[in-house]
Protein backbone atom coordinates (compact mmCIF):
# COMPACT_ATOMS: atom_id res chain seq x y z
CA UNK A 1 0.00 0.00 0.00
CA UNK A 2 1.25 3.62 -1.24
CA UNK A 3 2.17 5.82 2.10
CA UNK A 4 1.00 9.34 2.42
CA UNK A 5 4.14 11.93 2.94
CA UNK A 6 2.63 14.97 4.23
CA UNK A 7 4.10 18.73 3.37
CA UNK A 8 2.80 21.70 5.62
CA UNK A 9 4.04 25.12 4.01
CA UNK A 10 7.40 26.18 6.08
CA UNK A 11 10.51 27.48 5.26
CA UNK A 12 12.71 26.97 2.08
CA UNK A 13 15.44 24.89 1.06
CA UNK A 14 17.20 24.83 4.62
CA UNK A 15 20.71 23.05 4.99
CA UNK A 16 20.65 19.24 5.87
CA UNK A 17 23.81 18.98 6.81
CA UNK A 18 24.38 16.95 10.10
CA UNK A 19 25.71 19.12 13.31
CA UNK A 20 28.91 17.96 15.07
CA UNK A 21 28.52 15.08 18.28
CA UNK A 22 30.86 14.56 20.47
CA UNK A 23 31.13 11.62 22.81
CA UNK A 24 32.95 10.82 25.97
CA UNK A 25 33.87 7.24 27.10
CA UNK A 26 35.18 6.70 30.22
CA UNK A 27 33.78 3.52 31.41
CA UNK A 28 33.93 2.10 34.75
CA UNK A 29 35.00 -1.42 35.92
CA UNK A 30 31.75 -3.12 35.22
CA UNK A 31 32.20 -1.75 31.31
CA UNK A 32 35.91 -1.67 30.46
CA UNK A 33 38.09 -3.86 29.32
CA UNK A 34 41.30 -3.78 29.91
CA UNK A 35 44.14 -6.17 31.92
CA UNK A 36 47.71 -6.22 32.88
CA UNK A 37 50.16 -9.07 32.33
CA UNK A 38 53.38 -10.14 33.48
CA UNK A 39 56.25 -11.88 32.27
CA UNK A 40 57.15 -13.04 36.01
CA UNK A 41 53.94 -14.56 36.33
CA UNK A 42 53.05 -15.87 32.84
CA UNK A 43 49.90 -17.68 33.55
CA UNK A 44 48.07 -15.18 36.14
CA UNK A 45 45.36 -12.92 34.94
CA UNK A 46 45.46 -8.95 36.08
CA UNK A 47 41.62 -8.49 34.74
CA UNK A 48 40.92 -6.45 37.74
CA UNK A 49 44.13 -5.12 38.79
CA UNK A 50 43.95 -1.19 38.48
CA UNK A 51 47.25 -0.90 36.76
CA UNK A 52 47.56 0.19 32.57
CA UNK A 53 51.19 0.01 32.55
CA UNK A 54 54.88 -0.67 30.55
CA UNK A 55 57.16 -1.70 33.31
CA UNK A 56 60.21 -3.64 33.30
CA UNK A 57 61.52 -3.45 36.61
CA UNK A 58 63.42 -6.60 38.93
CA UNK A 59 61.95 -8.46 41.81
CA UNK A 60 63.31 -11.82 42.78
CA UNK A 61 64.28 -12.14 38.92
CA UNK A 62 64.01 -9.03 35.40
CA UNK A 63 60.26 -8.89 34.67
CA UNK A 64 58.12 -7.17 32.01
CA UNK A 65 54.54 -5.67 31.93
CA UNK A 66 52.58 -4.52 29.44
CA UNK A 67 48.75 -3.17 29.69
CA UNK A 68 45.65 -4.10 27.66
CA UNK A 69 42.67 -1.69 26.56
CA UNK A 70 39.47 -1.96 24.47
CA UNK A 71 36.96 0.31 24.23
CA UNK A 72 33.39 -0.02 22.92
CA UNK A 73 32.22 2.16 19.74
CA UNK A 74 28.74 0.58 19.79
CA UNK A 75 27.32 3.82 20.59
CA UNK A 76 28.50 5.83 17.56
CA UNK A 77 26.69 5.00 14.24
CA UNK A 78 28.48 3.06 12.47
CA UNK A 79 28.71 5.34 9.14
CA UNK A 80 29.90 8.69 11.24
CA UNK A 81 32.64 10.38 9.67
CA UNK A 82 35.61 10.85 13.07
CA UNK A 83 36.48 14.56 13.17
CA UNK A 84 38.30 13.76 16.28
CA UNK A 85 39.53 11.27 18.56
CA UNK A 86 41.71 11.97 21.72
CA UNK A 87 42.57 9.80 24.10
CA UNK A 88 44.07 10.94 27.99
CA UNK A 89 45.63 8.54 30.15
CA UNK A 90 45.97 9.05 34.02
CA UNK A 91 48.93 8.27 35.94
CA UNK A 92 47.51 6.03 38.59
CA UNK A 93 49.28 7.85 41.68
CA UNK A 94 48.42 4.94 44.43
CA UNK A 95 50.17 2.08 42.37
CA UNK A 96 51.60 -0.37 44.16
CA UNK A 97 54.09 -0.52 42.15
CA UNK A 98 57.80 0.73 43.45
CA UNK A 99 57.87 3.37 41.22
CA UNK A 100 55.47 5.34 39.23
CA UNK A 101 56.66 7.08 35.84
CA UNK A 102 60.72 5.62 35.83
CA UNK A 103 63.66 6.67 33.85
CA UNK A 104 66.21 5.29 36.29
CA UNK A 105 67.99 3.29 33.65
CA UNK A 106 67.37 5.39 30.72
CA UNK A 107 63.94 6.52 28.79
CA UNK A 108 60.86 5.29 29.35
CA UNK A 109 59.30 5.74 25.78
CA UNK A 110 56.72 3.75 25.05
CA UNK A 111 54.62 2.63 22.16
CA UNK A 112 50.76 2.43 21.62
CA UNK A 113 50.17 -0.36 19.15
CA UNK A 114 46.76 -2.23 17.84
CA UNK A 115 46.13 -5.48 18.62
CA UNK A 116 45.35 -7.89 15.92
CA UNK A 117 43.51 -10.50 17.52
CA UNK A 118 40.74 -11.62 20.11
CA UNK A 119 41.94 -11.73 23.82
CA UNK A 120 39.38 -11.74 27.04
CA UNK A 121 39.59 -9.28 30.08
CA UNK A 122 39.98 -12.13 32.64
CA UNK A 123 41.53 -15.42 30.29
CA UNK A 124 44.74 -12.89 29.50
CA UNK A 125 47.88 -13.35 30.23
CA UNK A 126 51.76 -12.81 29.40
CA UNK A 127 51.83 -16.43 27.91
CA UNK A 128 48.45 -15.93 25.88
CA UNK A 129 48.82 -12.58 25.35
CA UNK A 130 47.51 -11.27 21.90
CA UNK A 131 49.60 -10.23 18.32
CA UNK A 132 50.15 -6.57 18.21
CA UNK A 133 50.66 -4.44 15.02
CA UNK A 134 53.55 -1.91 14.58
CA UNK A 135 51.46 -0.11 11.16
CA UNK A 136 50.26 3.70 12.87
CA UNK A 137 51.72 2.99 16.27
CA UNK A 138 52.05 5.81 18.68
CA UNK A 139 54.82 6.89 20.32
CA UNK A 140 54.04 8.03 23.63
CA UNK A 141 57.53 10.43 24.42
CA UNK A 142 59.63 9.67 27.79
CA UNK A 143 57.87 11.07 30.91
CA UNK A 144 59.30 14.71 32.36
CA UNK A 145 57.97 13.86 35.86
CA UNK A 146 57.44 11.20 37.97
CA UNK A 147 53.05 11.25 37.64
CA UNK A 148 52.84 12.89 34.32
CA UNK A 149 49.38 12.43 32.29
CA UNK A 150 49.14 12.22 28.66
CA UNK A 151 46.72 14.21 27.55
CA UNK A 152 44.74 14.32 23.88
CA UNK A 153 46.67 11.17 22.80
CA UNK A 154 45.57 11.49 18.84
CA UNK A 155 44.22 8.23 17.89
CA UNK A 156 42.23 9.24 15.02
CA UNK A 157 43.20 6.88 12.61
CA UNK A 158 42.70 4.04 14.77
CA UNK A 159 38.68 5.10 16.11
CA UNK A 160 38.26 5.43 12.21
CA UNK A 161 39.52 2.18 11.16
CA UNK A 162 37.50 0.64 13.91
CA UNK A 163 34.32 1.49 13.59
CA UNK A 164 34.87 1.16 10.13
CA UNK A 165 35.86 -2.53 10.46
CA UNK A 166 34.57 -4.05 13.76
CA UNK A 167 35.84 -7.05 13.58
CA UNK A 168 39.31 -5.44 13.36
CA UNK A 169 38.73 -4.06 16.72
CA UNK A 170 40.88 -5.75 19.62
CA UNK A 171 41.89 -2.81 21.10
CA UNK A 172 45.75 -1.76 21.80
CA UNK A 173 48.40 -2.57 24.04
CA UNK A 174 50.89 -0.06 25.82
CA UNK A 175 54.77 -1.54 26.11
CA UNK A 176 58.02 -0.12 26.51
CA UNK A 177 60.24 1.09 23.61
CA UNK A 178 62.83 -0.50 24.89
CA UNK A 179 62.18 -3.08 27.69
CA UNK A 180 65.28 -2.60 30.27
CA UNK A 181 64.86 -2.85 33.76
CA UNK A 182 64.20 0.07 36.02
CA UNK A 183 61.70 1.89 33.70
CA UNK A 184 58.06 2.42 33.53
CA UNK A 185 55.14 4.46 32.65
CA UNK A 186 52.33 4.09 34.66
CA UNK A 187 48.77 4.57 34.41
CA UNK A 188 45.19 3.98 35.99
CA UNK A 189 42.77 1.76 34.07
CA UNK A 190 39.08 1.47 34.17
CA UNK A 191 39.15 -0.52 37.37
CA UNK A 192 40.82 2.75 39.55
CA UNK A 193 38.53 3.67 42.44
CA UNK A 194 38.85 7.12 40.78
CA UNK A 195 36.60 7.81 38.36
CA UNK A 196 38.97 10.78 37.12
CA UNK A 197 41.55 8.59 36.59
CA UNK A 198 40.36 6.24 34.15
CA UNK A 199 40.98 6.06 30.71
CA UNK A 200 38.92 8.61 28.80
CA UNK A 201 38.70 8.67 24.87
CA UNK A 202 36.81 11.79 23.99
CA UNK A 203 35.74 11.42 19.97
CA UNK A 204 34.08 13.88 17.92
CA UNK A 205 32.04 12.76 14.85
CA UNK A 206 29.21 13.95 12.02
CA UNK A 207 26.96 12.23 9.89
CA UNK A 208 27.20 11.68 6.60
CA UNK A 209 25.67 14.63 4.47
CA UNK A 210 22.64 14.33 2.52
CA UNK A 211 23.95 16.87 0.10
CA UNK A 212 25.69 16.08 -3.30
CA UNK A 213 29.43 15.35 -3.27
CA UNK A 214 31.84 14.24 -5.46
CA UNK A 215 35.14 12.48 -4.79
CA UNK A 216 38.20 13.49 -6.36
CA UNK A 217 41.03 10.89 -6.07
CA UNK A 218 43.31 11.45 -9.44
CA UNK A 219 46.20 9.08 -10.38
CA UNK A 220 49.27 10.17 -12.43
CA UNK A 221 47.48 11.11 -15.40
CA UNK A 222 44.26 13.20 -14.14
CA UNK A 223 46.40 14.48 -10.97
CA UNK A 224 48.35 17.65 -10.65
CA UNK A 225 50.73 17.66 -8.11
CA UNK A 226 54.74 18.68 -7.26
CA UNK A 227 57.13 18.81 -4.49
CA UNK A 228 59.84 21.49 -4.69
CA UNK A 229 63.43 21.60 -2.75
CA UNK A 230 65.74 24.44 -1.98
CA UNK A 231 69.04 22.95 -2.48
CA UNK A 232 68.16 21.71 -5.92
CA UNK A 233 66.29 25.54 -6.98
CA UNK A 234 65.78 24.79 -10.32
CA UNK A 235 65.02 21.29 -10.37
CA UNK A 236 61.27 19.75 -11.34
CA UNK A 237 59.71 17.09 -9.13
CA UNK A 238 56.41 17.18 -10.96
CA UNK A 239 56.41 13.06 -11.13
CA UNK A 240 58.18 12.98 -7.85
CA UNK A 241 55.53 11.11 -5.18
CA UNK A 242 56.18 12.86 -2.76
CA UNK A 243 53.49 15.29 -1.02
CA UNK A 244 56.23 16.22 1.68
CA UNK A 245 57.36 19.05 3.54
CA UNK A 246 61.00 18.81 4.84
CA UNK A 247 63.16 20.67 6.35
CA UNK A 248 66.64 19.02 6.47
CA UNK A 249 70.07 18.72 6.16
CA UNK A 250 72.23 16.77 2.84
CA UNK A 251 75.47 18.67 1.91
CA UNK A 252 73.95 21.45 3.37
CA UNK A 253 70.67 22.50 4.85
CA UNK A 254 67.62 22.84 2.85
CA UNK A 255 63.10 23.13 3.05
CA UNK A 256 61.04 21.11 0.71
CA UNK A 257 57.33 22.09 -0.20
CA UNK A 258 54.73 20.17 -2.12
CA UNK A 259 51.82 21.59 -4.40
CA UNK A 260 48.91 19.79 -5.36
CA UNK A 261 45.33 21.18 -7.77
CA UNK A 262 41.91 19.63 -7.50
CA UNK A 263 40.27 20.04 -10.04
CA UNK A 264 36.72 21.49 -8.96
CA UNK A 265 35.29 21.77 -12.26
CA UNK A 266 32.62 19.10 -11.31
CA UNK A 267 31.20 20.70 -8.78
CA UNK A 268 27.69 23.06 -10.70
CA UNK A 269 27.61 26.63 -10.71
CA UNK A 270 26.36 28.64 -7.93
CA UNK A 271 26.88 25.86 -4.98
CA UNK A 272 27.51 26.57 -1.58
CA UNK A 273 30.43 24.40 -0.08
CA UNK A 274 28.86 22.76 2.68
CA UNK A 275 31.50 20.19 3.82
CA UNK A 276 35.08 19.16 2.43
CA UNK A 277 37.33 16.61 4.18
CA UNK A 278 40.96 15.76 2.62
CA UNK A 279 42.51 12.62 3.17
CA UNK A 280 46.49 12.04 3.17
CA UNK A 281 48.52 9.17 3.43
CA UNK A 282 52.44 8.49 5.38
CA UNK A 283 54.39 7.46 1.58
CA UNK A 284 56.06 4.73 3.53
CA UNK A 285 57.88 3.80 0.50
CA UNK A 286 59.54 7.51 -0.01
CA UNK A 287 63.47 7.56 0.06
CA UNK A 288 64.05 10.13 2.50
CA UNK A 289 65.47 9.11 5.24
CA UNK A 290 62.66 9.76 7.60
CA UNK A 291 59.50 9.76 7.01
CA UNK A 292 56.92 11.90 9.84
CA UNK A 293 59.98 13.21 11.84
CA UNK A 294 60.11 15.21 15.02
CA UNK A 295 63.67 15.24 15.60
CA UNK A 296 64.27 18.78 16.04
CA UNK A 297 60.69 19.94 17.69
CA UNK A 298 57.03 19.91 16.07
CA UNK A 299 56.10 19.06 12.17
CA UNK A 300 52.81 20.52 12.40
CA UNK A 301 52.40 21.84 8.99
CA UNK A 302 49.95 24.50 6.92
CA UNK A 303 48.11 23.92 3.82
CA UNK A 304 47.72 27.44 2.75
CA UNK A 305 45.59 28.08 -1.24
CA UNK A 306 47.70 28.91 -3.81
CA UNK A 307 47.33 32.33 -5.54
CA UNK A 308 49.17 32.54 -8.62
CA UNK A 309 49.31 29.88 -11.56
CA UNK A 310 51.84 27.16 -11.66
CA UNK A 311 52.52 24.12 -14.33
CA UNK A 312 53.37 20.94 -12.60
CA UNK A 313 56.28 19.79 -15.36
CA UNK A 314 58.26 23.07 -14.88
CA UNK A 315 57.11 24.77 -11.26
CA UNK A 316 60.64 24.43 -8.96
CA UNK A 317 61.61 26.33 -6.01
CA UNK A 318 62.78 29.50 -7.44
CA UNK A 319 59.34 29.92 -9.79
CA UNK A 320 57.14 28.33 -6.62
CA UNK A 321 53.71 30.07 -6.74
CA UNK A 322 52.48 32.70 -4.40
CA UNK A 323 49.98 31.21 -1.34
CA UNK A 324 47.37 32.99 1.17
CA UNK A 325 47.39 32.41 4.52
CA UNK A 326 43.62 33.26 4.82
CA UNK A 327 41.36 30.16 5.81
CA UNK A 328 44.73 28.07 5.59
CA UNK A 329 44.59 24.71 7.53
CA UNK A 330 46.84 23.54 10.58
CA UNK A 331 48.05 19.88 10.08
CA UNK A 332 48.72 19.18 14.52
CA UNK A 333 52.25 17.31 14.64
CA UNK A 334 52.31 13.59 14.25
CA UNK A 335 52.28 10.92 16.79
CA UNK A 336 53.58 8.22 14.70
CA UNK A 337 56.16 8.16 11.57
CA UNK A 338 53.74 6.93 9.36
CA UNK A 339 50.59 8.30 10.38
CA UNK A 340 48.28 8.91 7.96
CA UNK A 341 45.87 12.45 8.54
CA UNK A 342 42.23 11.49 7.38
CA UNK A 343 39.08 13.46 7.38
CA UNK A 344 41.27 16.78 7.65
CA UNK A 345 38.25 19.88 7.28
CA UNK A 346 39.22 21.89 4.75
CA UNK A 347 35.61 23.16 4.33
CA UNK A 348 36.88 26.71 4.13
CA UNK A 349 39.81 26.83 2.03
CA UNK A 350 38.10 24.19 -0.50
CA UNK A 351 34.98 27.15 -0.54
CA UNK A 352 37.89 29.77 -1.19
CA UNK A 353 39.01 27.90 -3.99
CA UNK A 354 35.56 27.69 -5.47
CA UNK A 355 34.56 31.12 -5.05
CA UNK A 356 38.10 32.69 -6.20
CA UNK A 357 38.54 30.75 -9.21
CA UNK A 358 40.52 33.55 -11.03
CA UNK A 359 42.90 33.37 -8.08
CA UNK A 360 42.94 29.95 -7.12
CA UNK A 361 45.49 27.20 -7.96
CA UNK A 362 45.69 24.47 -5.96
CA UNK A 363 47.16 23.54 -2.25
CA UNK A 364 50.54 24.03 -0.64
CA UNK A 365 51.98 21.99 2.16
CA UNK A 366 54.95 23.38 4.63
CA UNK A 367 56.24 23.12 7.62
CA UNK A 368 54.80 26.13 10.51
CA UNK A 369 58.49 26.07 11.60
CA UNK A 370 61.19 25.17 8.51
CA UNK A 371 64.04 24.00 11.08
CA UNK A 372 65.96 20.96 9.83
CA UNK A 373 65.24 17.76 11.16
CA UNK A 374 61.17 17.92 10.77
CA UNK A 375 59.21 16.17 8.28
CA UNK A 376 55.55 15.01 7.26
CA UNK A 377 55.81 12.84 4.49
CA UNK A 378 52.78 12.18 2.46
CA UNK A 379 52.21 10.35 -1.00
CA UNK A 380 50.38 12.15 -4.09
CA UNK A 381 48.79 10.96 -7.04
CA UNK A 382 52.05 9.67 -8.51
CA UNK A 383 52.55 6.86 -6.40
CA UNK A 384 52.49 3.30 -7.38
CA UNK A 385 49.82 2.12 -4.71
CA UNK A 386 46.96 3.83 -5.76
CA UNK A 387 45.29 3.12 -1.99
CA UNK A 388 47.95 6.10 -1.41
CA UNK A 389 46.51 8.96 -3.67
CA UNK A 390 45.22 12.17 -1.70
CA UNK A 391 41.29 11.89 -1.54
CA UNK A 392 38.95 15.29 -1.21
CA UNK A 393 35.51 14.55 -1.01
CA UNK A 394 33.30 17.89 -1.49
CA UNK A 395 29.90 18.16 -0.48
CA UNK A 396 27.62 21.33 -1.62
CA UNK A 397 23.74 22.64 -1.98
CA UNK A 398 22.77 24.77 -4.74
CA UNK A 399 21.77 28.27 -4.17
CA UNK A 400 19.76 31.37 -5.58
CA UNK A 401 20.63 29.70 -9.24
CA UNK A 402 16.67 28.04 -8.84
CA UNK A 403 14.30 30.93 -7.78
CA UNK A 404 14.46 29.21 -4.38
CA UNK A 405 12.33 32.25 -2.63
CA UNK A 406 10.02 34.84 -3.95
CA UNK A 407 8.41 37.49 -1.55
CA UNK A 408 8.10 36.66 1.93
CA UNK A 409 8.01 32.89 3.23
CA UNK A 410 4.56 33.22 5.44
CA UNK A 411 3.83 29.33 5.83
CA UNK A 412 7.36 27.49 5.45
CA UNK A 413 7.39 24.71 3.60
CA UNK A 414 7.97 21.37 5.96
CA UNK A 415 8.73 17.62 4.30
CA UNK A 416 7.87 14.99 6.53
CA UNK A 417 9.14 11.93 7.08
CA UNK A 418 11.79 11.78 4.92
CA UNK A 419 13.39 9.95 2.54
CA UNK A 420 10.20 9.04 0.83
CA UNK A 421 9.49 5.79 -1.32
CA UNK A 422 9.60 6.09 -5.05
CA UNK A 423 6.46 4.67 -5.33
CA UNK A 424 4.61 6.20 -2.02
CA UNK A 425 2.59 9.72 -2.49
CA UNK A 426 4.01 13.10 -1.61
CA UNK A 427 0.64 15.26 -0.27
CA UNK A 428 0.27 18.83 0.27
CA UNK A 429 -1.95 20.30 3.13
CA UNK A 430 -2.30 23.84 1.52
CA UNK A 431 -3.33 26.03 4.78
CA UNK A 432 -5.43 28.00 2.35
CA UNK A 433 -2.63 29.38 0.27
CA UNK A 434 -3.28 28.79 -3.49
CA UNK A 435 -0.57 26.44 -5.17
CA UNK A 436 -0.01 27.09 -8.77
CA UNK A 437 2.23 24.66 -9.94
CA UNK A 438 4.37 21.67 -8.69
CA UNK A 439 7.60 20.54 -9.87
CA UNK A 440 10.51 17.99 -9.02
CA UNK A 441 14.57 18.91 -10.14
CA UNK A 442 17.38 17.30 -9.55
CA UNK A 443 20.33 18.81 -7.92
CA UNK A 444 21.68 20.29 -11.52
CA UNK A 445 18.03 22.48 -11.56
CA UNK A 446 17.16 19.89 -14.64
CA UNK A 447 12.87 19.54 -14.61
CA UNK A 448 11.56 16.44 -13.49
CA UNK A 449 8.31 17.14 -13.16
CA UNK A 450 5.61 19.42 -13.63
CA UNK A 451 2.26 19.87 -12.68
CA UNK A 452 -0.17 22.72 -12.82
CA UNK A 453 -2.41 23.02 -10.11
CA UNK A 454 -5.68 24.96 -8.38
CA UNK A 455 -5.79 24.33 -4.53
CA UNK A 456 -8.27 26.93 -3.98
CA UNK A 457 -11.01 24.78 -3.39
CA UNK A 458 -9.44 22.17 -1.39
CA UNK A 459 -7.00 21.44 1.01
CA UNK A 460 -4.70 19.33 -0.22
CA UNK A 461 -3.36 18.33 -3.30
CA UNK A 462 -2.26 14.55 -3.17
CA UNK A 463 1.24 13.75 -5.64
CA UNK A 464 1.66 9.77 -7.12
CA UNK A 465 5.66 9.44 -7.46
CA UNK A 466 4.76 6.24 -9.09
CA UNK A 467 2.87 7.91 -11.76
CA UNK A 468 6.57 9.59 -12.89
CA UNK A 469 8.28 7.93 -15.07
CA UNK A 470 12.20 6.50 -14.62
CA UNK A 471 12.36 8.17 -11.61
CA UNK A 472 15.42 7.01 -10.15
CA UNK A 473 16.55 6.92 -6.38
CA UNK A 474 18.28 10.01 -4.69
CA UNK A 475 17.97 13.27 -3.91
CA UNK A 476 15.63 15.99 -5.43
CA UNK A 477 14.18 19.46 -5.11
CA UNK A 478 10.33 19.41 -4.57
CA UNK A 479 9.62 23.21 -5.90
CA UNK A 480 6.07 24.61 -5.07
CA UNK A 481 4.69 28.22 -6.46
CA UNK A 482 1.88 29.26 -4.97
CA UNK A 483 0.31 33.32 -5.76
CA UNK A 484 3.15 35.02 -3.76
CA UNK A 485 6.11 33.14 -3.06
CA UNK A 486 8.53 29.61 -4.55
CA UNK A 487 9.87 27.26 -2.19
CA UNK A 488 11.78 24.76 -3.04
CA UNK A 489 12.76 21.50 -0.49
CA UNK A 490 15.14 19.00 -0.81
CA UNK A 491 13.39 15.34 -0.96
CA UNK A 492 15.43 12.26 -1.04
CA UNK A 493 13.33 9.44 -3.03
CA UNK A 494 14.35 6.03 -1.75
Not at 60 to 85: C, K
Not at 153 to 177: C, E, R, S, Y
Request: net charge neutral; aromatic share 8%; with cysteine.
Amino acid sequence: MKKALQIALMLALTATGYAQTTVTLQPDSTKGKDAWISSNVPTTNFGNYANFAAIAWSSGGDFVSRGLMQFDFSSIPSNAIILEAKLSLYCNTTSDHSQLHSTLSGANTCFLQRITNSWTEFGVNWNNQPNTSIVDQITLAASTTATQDYLDINVQNWVTDMLANPTNNHGFMIKLATEQKFRSLVFANSEHINANKRPKLVITYKLPSNDPCITLRPGATAGKDAWITSNTPTTNYGSYPNFAAIAWTSGGEFVSRALIDFDLSGIPANATITEAYLNLYCNTTSDHPQLHSTLSGSNACFLERITSTWDENSVNWNNQPTTSATNRVNLPESNSSTQNYLNIDVKNLVADMYNNKNSSFGMMLKLVDEVKFRSLIFANSDHQDQTKWPQLKICYQLANSLGETKGVVANPLLVYPNPVGKNEWVQINTNGTKVLSISLLDLTGKLIYNKDVDTSTQAKYSLDLSAISNLATGTYLLKVISENQTQIQKLIIQ
